[in-house]
Structures are given as C-alpha cells and as structure tokens.
C-alpha cells in the first residue's frame, strides 16, 4: 500500500524549537529542519545566521493525511510561537527567526489564512498577529548536526529552550 504523504512548512523560530511539538504525533513521518524563503541557493547555517539570505529557519513536516490533517499541524504550530512579534522569536532576533506559515496549496493557504483570521478574531492578543502566510518555495535541510537537535544533544536543547522564555509564553499566552 502506498501512502501519499503530504509537507506542510513552517519557521517558528530557531528551529531546534520546532521539531519536537510536531514529531510526536502520529501520522507525522519527519519534521526536517532547514531554511527556506530567501534568495541564496544551498545556505548554509554560517550564511543564514546573518541575517542577510532572505531565509527563515523552519521546519518540513511530512505527514500523512488520512492520519493526522493539515488543519491539526496548524492549530499544533500556533501555540509554539509568539505571532506578534515580527523581529525574530524570544531570544533569537533577526529576519531569520520570523514566523511564517508557506502553503503548498490552494487549500493549505485556505487554512492558514482562516486559522489566522480564527486568531486575530480570538482576542488572545491585543498586539497585531505578524506571522506572515506565504507560497512555499524551495526548502533547504539543515546540515546533519541540527536535523533532532533535541533528541542528540539533550542537555543543549533543554538548557537553550529554557534560556529562550518560549516555554514561559507559551505557558502564559496559550495554556490558559
């Protein structure tokens, strides 16, 4: 039998951040992450880093849909973001670290874009939602040593997410 798996792109952030709320679920396949959004072809992390490609840090979740919907994956990336903030996410600052949904089709923009309205509708923020919703364009991995950052380096990933206050937003803006 052969499944028709689906992608669905996201920047949150560094994506180290990114990975894991999405990689437990069942239906999800992987979650890649990498750059995507810019204008220089085979980034690298030294060249994205700057600031200065055009590309977001994000993540390439691939996903079977008769498992896990598109829809599901957008109300699972909301609440790992601060979508008012439109010069990076908490500690990470810089163009690279915007937040953006990219569609790979008519229906995904569809969603995206209601989920959005669904948000700014909700009152939950009182500041403007920033994350942008945009057409999905090549996506670029990430060299190997950042692909399940939180699963290889541990101790790493805890002690950056916890420098970072994502958990302390989310806990304060989305867990309510």
Not at 112 to 141: C, D, M, N, R
Not at 149 to 175: C, L, T
Request: glycine content about 8%.
């Amino acid at each position: 039998m052969t499944t028709n798996f689906a992608k669905a792109t996201f920047a949150g952030g560094c994506f180290w951040c990114m990975v894991k709320p999405f990689d437990q679920w069942d239906g999800v396949e992987s979650v890649i992450s990498g750059y995507t959004g810019g204008h220089v072809e085979n980034p690298t992390y030294e060249q994205v880093k700057t600031g200065t490609t055009g590309h977001y840090e994000a993540v390439e979740i691939t996903y079977d849909p008769t498992k896990i919907t598109y829809k599901q994956i957008v109300d699972l990336y909301w609440p790992q973001i601060d979508p008012t903030d439109a010069g990076g996410q908490f500690q990470d600052r810089g163009d690279q670290y915007r937040t953006a949904i990219f569609y790979h089709d008519d229906v995904q923009e569809e969603l995206a874009q209601f989920s959005k309205k669904v948000l700014e509708e909700s009152g939950k923020f009182k500041q403007t939602i920033v994350t942008e919703i945009l057409p999905a364009t090549v996506f670029y991995p990430a060299e190997e040593y950042h692909q399940d950052f939180y699963k290889k380096e541990k101790e790493a990933y805890e002690e950056d997410r916890a420098k970072s206050g994502r958990d302390e937003f989310i806990e304060e803006h989305w867990n309510k």
